[in-house]
């Protein structure tokens, strides 16, 4: 049983600059390392949690770079590996709260919890379902938009790294951000009512 | 409330008022947005949001309230709050009085802080007040009581400690190395007896281990401590610890930091930590790291410099308040041990390497036990050896895997697995295999036992990381549990027999068998011992019962195995002995059976281990009886080899290879060689074949003859075996244990050759470098590999031949100093090891030889001295050791030539004496 696949940061490093310097295949190959970094420490970080509790993914983005990482690099690397990371990171999140959905209905009943339970109870469950899809619809409207919320919600990026990414102002990003935390509060409210 | 307007009707008019305030949102909306009802749609949805706190909130993001601060001179139970005296983790400390009749009393009550209508935070404190009320001891600040205020605030009334942190107290009453150590152990008790009530305290530092005026270690704020067994509970509380949001992050274990599983030996780690501040003045890591990432990379990859090197460096640090502090050496050791060089020259050698033993990143490295690190300190402080070792020679105590050395050389996997019994050899056996279907089938029937945890706990224990000390703990419950069993069995035999299965498992654990360590192997032999009893016990009430017989007998090989690990040879042999009369008790009623025939083999392989290698006592005449029981088990071996059944024949050439070491050993070379010539020739008749077995019989053959002194034909035998390792290797390149054989190989090979050609070059030299090598990373992956080290050695011996053939005596002495000097660290921890000495007085007799080839004759003949004195005490001891007596009087015989030569450094004679061989 593999305990503790070590992701060795040195060859991270070189992807990451390797990418900052253009070089779009190098993504490629740092992705596959880096989910499983992603997803090792948020089941980390789940058996530390009580049972109920959300995961914090800003937080395990955040020691995903730490551990990752084994040089200062330029902040460009820095905010594109935390973007990339948060992009995982909803992936991680809404995967596993679709197989969590799935074995509930399976068994008509509410089964034992899953080993690692990113998403605690039911409803939360529901709730990264209902967010996931909406920010699909969203995201043909306003992909931008979608951006903004996977890099400040998921990735926990300030808004200056957030607006250097995107090539906006960190005003126009903090303005967006709450814009759209209104109007999503109102989407995944209102679906529970007929 | 349904609407029609989607995203894109709402956005734009959605960013541009969400920052205004309110006042200003309606008069935008009715400049720039013609349709009413889209209006109030934006409106609706601004106030509906503003209800909710939180929303997409991160929860590590938002803080708590801050808590309405406990007024002094308020009442909380039966208390009175006088002052604030600190502030925890999770909680507000209060200096408070009892008055009333009875009363007059002093305390210290923590209230809790923060956010508590969290409800994780009031558990946690609840579990805090749970744990505090099962621990007892005088080092521990004792619970008196708890309760909650009418506010709701949950609060804990403790012992008021009067004090001072360690490290405080320690400067301000500049104490010694030695008085720290003292009050270090203090701590150490404590924090053994919470891992004994399975409770790791995870937050251990200075400010967490008070010392009182009177001197006395408490510990203090169990705030996050955490409870091993979540059954013991109901509600274990594990508090959020992400990075950044670690509590004493300089204190914090690797594996902590990591977010790993958190084990008592995460403890051990902090206590290191302390102590090695206490001693030095210095954090072992990241003291130069400015910010948290460059910590978490010092802790989790830089090794700490060891003590008495850091001493004599400024200390620079932060303090609590993040304010960069420098302290110069000298300050340093002036509230210590008086000066530098005093304090360094303290600290240099034990304490370097407990220090360093108890921070290792890995967690199963460190001390397995905080009474283990305690005891160590105490024996430093006794004067006595001490058990932690420098890195790269770890000294575990394998006694028994040392003494046969030349099963090593010959095959590191093949040989080992025969001589003590594990694995491939008895799972090949018929009876293993049985043992094994009824142990599944009883493990079954375990869980329909009422009262069964056991299968839960073992599947727990099996399924802990590999730290140690979790396993120890949740060992030490299964014992519990286990003796209640056994007491409520009330002789039922089915009940007995789980007892008994569940007694001889966790000796496994508690043993040799799991790795953790020589320390252990007493209470595995307890283990045994209760199991062996109730096999007794069972036998007595029936003794026709073949099937408990056999059953027994895998006990007794662990028993025994785990007996010769503790050096416990007399009783060893005994029990040995009782297996093999069961054996043959069992052969009387089932002649011709042949898995009775195979227990009493492996039953004579037994005894012939035990017999072959035993300590104090050993005489030619023992080693001779080991060889007549090799005879025996080979016999029977040969008679029940099938044609079809390769595992029947690999039995058999096991034997025969032991055999043949054995006599080898005896230096009855010839005999030995016979036995291999058979083995060979048989073996290759058949086709595929078993290359692992040919190649060890090769192996054994070329050393038998190496021995002999027959280079050419040792020669030949290895460069045999070379294609078949190499094979090996192919089938599984991932295989250590393949490449470590084909390196071995070639080692052999490059110094039959450099022998041979007496003219040797480096690229033999290579060959043998790169098996060192090896075995040394393999060695420094697994230091309870104890054979590893032999192994090492004799790589050291091939290449100071090799370096002196070609004339790089000053090498070659240096080589030869390395292995002298771990076989005295050797024999100096056990006076009854023989190998050691052996080991010794040969290596004295190397370096007498080189330095006769350099021209120093008189190095040579103090060296020469030295050797004979250290042969003799081995024969002292075993009078008729074959190698001691041989090797002794060629020794004489050196060293008569040398005291005679007048020809000074161009010494013929010198140049013609051949190097003992190492290998035995």
């Known amino acids: 049983m593999v305990n503790n696949p070590q992701v060795p940061s040195q060859q991270v490093t070189k992807l990451l600059m390797a990418w900052s310097d253009g070089d779009p295949a190098a993504l490629d190959a740092l992705a596959p390392l880096l989910y499983e970094e992603l997803r090792r420490l948020a089941h980390s970080y789940m058996r530390r949690e009580p049972p109920g509790h959300t995961l914090q993914s800003t937080a395990v983005v955040h020691e995903a770079y730490i551990r990752l990482v084994d040089q200062h690099i330029q902040w460009n690397g820095r905010a594109h590996f935390l973007a990339t990371a948060a992009q995982m990171m909803r992936r991680i999140l809404v995967d596993h709260a679709r197989s969590r959905a799935a074995a509930k209905r399976g068994s008509g009943a509410i089964v034992e919890l899953l080993e690692d339970d990113l998403i605690g109870s039911d409803k939360r469950v529901e709730d990264m379902l209902a967010l996931d899809e909406i920010l699909d619809r969203l995201a043909k409207v306003d992909p931008q938009r979608v951006r903004i919320i996977e890099l400040k919600f998921f990735g926990g990026l300030s808004k200056e790294e957030t607006a250097a990414i995107l090539g906006i102002s960190p005003a126009t990003v903090q303005r967006q951000w709450s814009a759209a935390k209104v109007w999503l509060h109102h989407e995944l409210t209102r679906r529970g009512k007929p | ?920």
């Not at chain 2, 013609?34 to 109030?40: G, K, M, N, S």
């Not at chain 2, 050791?333 to 360094?344: E, H, Q």
């Not at chain 2, 799991?514 to 096999?535: E, N, T």
């Not at chain 2, 002194?709 to 020669?715: K, P, S, T």
């Open chain 2, 1 to 920: 409330m349904t609407s029609g307007y989607s995203w894109e009707h709402v956005s734009e008019f959605l960013d541009a008022v969400v920052e205004l305030p309110p006042e200003e949102r309606e008069s935008y909306l009715q400049q720039s947005c013609a349709d009413p009802a889209l209006r109030d749609h934006i409106h609706h949805l601004l106030s509906s949001f503003q209800e909710t706190t939180g929303f997409l909130e991160h929860p590590a993001g938002s803080h708590a309230e801050p808590s309405p601060r406990f007024c002094v001179g308020r009442r909380v139970g039966a208390y009175q709050l006088v002052e604030e005296i600190g502030e925890g983790g999770m909680g507000v400390v209060y200096r408070a009085i009892r008055s009333d009749d009875q009363f007059l009393r002093t305390v210290a009550i923590k209230l809790m802080k923060g956010d508590f209508s969290s409800r994780f935070s009031v558990m946690r404190f609840r579990v805090e007040r749970q744990i505090l009320a099962s621990l007892d001891h005088r080092n521990i600040a004792r619970l008196i009581d708890g309760g909650t205020t009418e506010e709701g605030t949950p609060y804990l009334v403790m012992e008021l400690v009067e004090g001072q942190p360690i490290d405080r107290y320690c400067d301000e009453h500049r104490l010694s190395t030695t008085e720290r150590l003292r009050l270090f152990r203090q701590a150490c008790s404590a924090v053994d007896y919470a891992h004994q009530h399975l409770v790791i305290h995870r937050d251990l530092k200075p400010r967490n281990v008070f010392v009182t005026n009177e001197g006395g270690v408490k510990l203090l704020d169990f705030g996050i401590a955490k409870i091993v067994d979540p059954g013991a509970f109901p509600h274990p509380v594990e508090p959020t610890a992400p990075l950044m949001r670690l509590l004493s992050p300089e204190y914090a274990s690797p594996e902590q930091v990591r977010g790993d599983q958190i084990t008592t030996a995460s403890d051990i780690y902090s206590l290191g930590v302390l102590l090695y501040e206490l001693l030095t003045g210095h954090p072992p890591c990241g003291a130069e790291s400015t910010n948290l990432s460059d910590l978490t990379k010092a802790i989790c990859h830089t090794d700490p410099p060891k003590p008495s090197a850091i001493v004599i460096q400024t200390s620079r640090f932060r303090d609590p308040d993040g304010i960069p502090v420098e302290v110069a050496p000298e300050k340093i050791a002036a509230v210590r041990d008086g000066s530098t060089s005093k304090l360094r020259s303290r600290l240099e050698g034990d304490l370097d390497n407990i220090l360093l033993k108890a921070l290792r990143k890995e967690p199963e490295r460190r001390y397995s036990s905080v009474d283990l690190f305690s005891q160590d300190i105490r024996f430093h402080l006794e004067g006595l050896p001490v058990a932690a070792r420098p890195d790269t020679f770890a000294y575990r105590g394998g006694k028994f895997i040392r003494r046969h050395k030349a099963f090593v050389a010959a095959s590191a996997f093949a040989v080992i697995a025969l001589l003590v019994g594990t694995t491939l050899a008895l799972r090949e056996a018929r009876i293993a295999r049985q043992e094994k279907a009824v142990a599944e089938r009883r493990y079954n029937d375990v869980r329909d036992l009422a009262h069964s945890n056991l299968d839960e706990l073992h599947t727990a224990i099996e399924q802990l990381p590999g730290s140690a000390a979790a396993r120890y703990l949740a060992i030490q419950r299964s014992l519990q549990y286990l003796d209640r069993l056994n007491q409520e069995s009330h002789g039922d035999p089915q009940l007995t027999r789980e007892v008994i299965d569940g007694y001889e498992k966790i000796g496994d654990m508690q043993g040799a068998y799991s790795g953790l360590g020589i320390g252990d192997s007493k209470a595995a032999l307890a283990s045994y011992r209760k199991a062996i009893d109730l096999q007794y016990s069972l036998i007595a009430h029936s003794p026709d019962s073949d099937e408990q017989q056999k059953l027994e007998l895998s006990l007794y090989r662990k028993y025994i195995r785990t007996l010769l690990l503790t050096g416990d040879t007399a009783e060893a042999e005994e029990v040995a002995k009782h297996a093999l009369a069961t054996t043959e008790r069992l052969i009387a009623r089932h002649p011709e059976d042949p898995g009775m025939l195979s227990a009493q083999a492996l039953a004579h392989i037994g005894l012939s281990s035990v017999m072959g290698g035993s300590g104090t006592s050993c005489s030619t005449r023992e080693i001779q009886q080991a060889i007549d029981h090799d005879r025996s088990a080979a016999t029977i071996l040969l008679t029940l080899v099938k044609p079809t059944d390769e595992a029947s024949r690999a039995m058999a050439r096991r034997a025969q290879i032991l055999l043949a070491l054995h006599l080898s050993k005896a230096r009855q070379f010839s005999e030995a060689r016979t036995v291999l010539d058979s083995a060979i020739a048989s073996e290759r008749e058949h086709t595929p074949g078993l290359p692992t077995v040919l190649y060890t019989l090769l192996n054994v053959r070329g050393l038998t003859k190496e021995r002999q002194g027959d280079h050419q034909r040792a020669l030949a035998d290895y460069e045999a075996s070379l294609p078949l390792a190499q094979a090996m290797v192919k089938g599984d390149p991932h295989d250590l244990d393949a490449q470590l054989n084909q390196q071995i190989a070639l080692a052999h090979i490059a110094v039959e050759r450099a022998r041979l050609n007496n003219k040797a070059d480096r690229l033999y030299l290579k060959a043998v470098e790169d098996a060192t090598n090896t075995v040394a990373r393999m060695f420094a992956d697994d230091p309870t590999q104890t054979f590893y080290q032999d192994l090492l050695a004799i790589g050291y011996w091939y290449q100071a031949e090799i370096l002196s053939s070609i004339g790089d005596h000053k090498a070659a002495i240096a080589k030869l100093q390395l292995a002298l000097d771990t076989a005295e660290t050797l024999a100096r921890n056990d006076p009854s090891d023989l190998e050691s000495r052996l080991d010794i007085a040969k290596l004295h007799a190397g370096l007498a030889v080189v330095h006769g080839r350099m021209g120093h004759h008189g190095h040579a003949q103090r060296e020469f001295a030295d050797a004979a004195a250290s042969f003799q005490k081995v024969l002292d001891i075993r009078p008729q050791d074959a190698e001691s007596l041989y090797y002794a009087q060629r020794i004489q015989g050196y060293a008569a030539r040398v005291a005679a030569c007048q020809d000074g450094p161009t010494c013929s004679a010198a140049n013609s004496f051949q190097l003992p061989t190492l290998i035995n």
